[in-house]
């Protein structure tokens, strides 16, 4: 049977190909420089710290794969440089996946003109600022890959976070821009929008506000109505990181060299939208 299934794995052909995922010393992130890794692409791991980023790269080595690590502030033009400088150390750079980001739950009262600009920063300029590094060199080689991380809320905005939201409709915007851009060169750009995915962070968050909402007492019980009231969608339960990873390999493999432009939603069917 082991061998059965061995026969019948799809090769993505990454073999070769080296990939920068930024924010992948946690998370989503993780998820994805681990399967990258698994198909053999040799990956960059990247983060602020360094014992994260390390601990997450040498994982991967002890499975067999091949990691480096990058790391550096994105928000910042220098701290954006060190990590395209040591992403290219080690070869050119053929796939990057724009995945880091971070959110703050505020309202409309509460985010300020200063919060505002500082998720743009973080959330939308730090991706641009990898793709002018990086991404010239893949058009004069002919072939790349940019994937960048959008979700739900760039289209399905709710009232909390706008901020967040706003960013997420730019994200959007620039990686369809930059597909654009991008025509005849070998290189393509698409978006990977996951829905409310299970990471630690949110298991946490869903069983600490379980009670008050009258959730059930155990985990499943407590994904299952928390999904029906927050999230509801056709699969009746939270993504998980794999299921984000797995979008993100295809889209990065020469397998998915007529895919450009596009917005690929892995969500569980909670966007409601036909476009």
Same mark, same amino acid.
């Given at each position: 049977?082991?061998?059965?299934?061995?026969?019948?794995?799809?090769?993505?052909?990454?073999?070769?190909?080296?990939?920068?995922?930024?924010?992948?010393?946690?998370?989503?992130?993780?998820?994805?420089?681990?399967?990258?890794?698994?198909?053999? /692409?040799?990956?960059?791991?990247?983060?602020?710290?360094?014992?994260?980023?390390?601990?997450?790269?040498?994982?991967?080595?002890?499975?067999?794969?091949? /990691?480096?690590? +990058? *790391?550096?502030?994105?928000?910042?033009?220098?701290?954006?440089?060190?990590?395209?400088?040591? /992403?290219?150390?080690?070869?050119?750079?053929?796939?990057?996946? #724009?995945?880091?980001?971070?959110?703050?739950?505020?309202?409309?009262?509460?985010?300020?003109? &200063?919060?505002?600009?500082?998720?743009?920063?973080?959330?939308?300029?730090?991706?641009?600022?990898?793709?002018? !590094?990086?991404?010239? +060199?893949?058009?004069?080689?002919?072939?790349?890959?940019?994937?960048?991380?959008?979700?739900?809320?760039?289209?399905?905005?709710?009232?909390?976070?706008?901020?967040? #939201?706003?960013?997420? +409709?730019?994200?959007?915007?620039?990686?369809?821009? *930059?597909?654009?851009?991008?025509?005849?060169?070998?290189?393509?750009?698409?978006?990977?929008?996951?829905?409310?995915? *299970?990471?630690?962070?949110?298991? &946490?968050?869903?069983?600490?506000? +379980? %009670?008050? !909402?009258?959730?059930?007492?155990?985990?499943?019980?407590?994904?299952?109505?928390?999904?029906?009231?927050?999230?509801? #969608?056709?699969?009746?339960?939270?993504?998980? %990181?794999?299921?984000?990873?797995?979008?993100?390999?295809?889209?990065?493999?020469? *397998?998915?060299?007529?895919?450009?432009?596009?917005?690929?939603?892995?969500?569980?069917?909670?966007?409601? #939208?036909?476009?």
């Amino acid at each position: 049977m082991a061998e059965e299934e061995e026969e019948n794995l799809m090769d993505l052909q990454l073999t070769g190909k080296r990939a920068l995922v930024t924010g992948s010393s946690s998370g989503l992130g993780e998820a994805m420089v681990r399967l990258l890794a698994a198909e053999g /692409a040799q990956v960059i791991v990247h983060g602020r710290n360094e014992k994260r980023a390390t601990a997450v790269a040498e994982a991967i080595r002890a499975e067999g794969g091949k /990691a480096d690590i +990058a *790391l550096g502030d994105l928000t910042t033009d220098g701290g954006a440089d060190a990590v395209a400088t040591a /992403a290219l150390a080690g070869g050119p750079v053929d796939i990057l996946i #724009n995945n880091a980001g971070a959110y703050k739950h505020l309202s409309w009262t509460d985010a300020t003109p &200063d919060s505002w600009r500082e998720t743009y920063e973080g959330n939308v300029i730090s991706g641009v600022r990898m793709i002018q !590094r990086l991404v010239p +060199a893949m058009r004069e080689r002919g072939w790349g890959r940019v994937i960048t991380i959008g979700g739900g809320l760039a289209t399905q905005p709710l009232f909390q976070h706008p901020q967040y #939201n706003a960013t997420l +409709a730019a994200r959007h915007n620039l990686a369809v821009s *930059l597909a654009r851009e991008l025509k005849g060169t070998g290189v393509t750009s698409n978006i990977v929008a996951p829905g409310a995915i *299970l990471v630690e962070a949110v298991k &946490d968050l869903l069983t600490e506000i +379980a %009670p008050d !909402r009258g959730w059930g007492n155990t985990w499943e019980q407590i994904e299952q109505d928390a999904t029906n009231e927050l999230v509801p #969608n056709d699969i009746g339960r939270l993504g998980r %990181p794999d299921e984000i990873a797995t979008a993100v390999a295809f889209l990065a493999s020469p *397998l998915a060299g007529y895919i450009s432009g596009a917005n690929i939603r892995v969500d569980g069917g909670h966007i409601r #939208n036909v476009t």
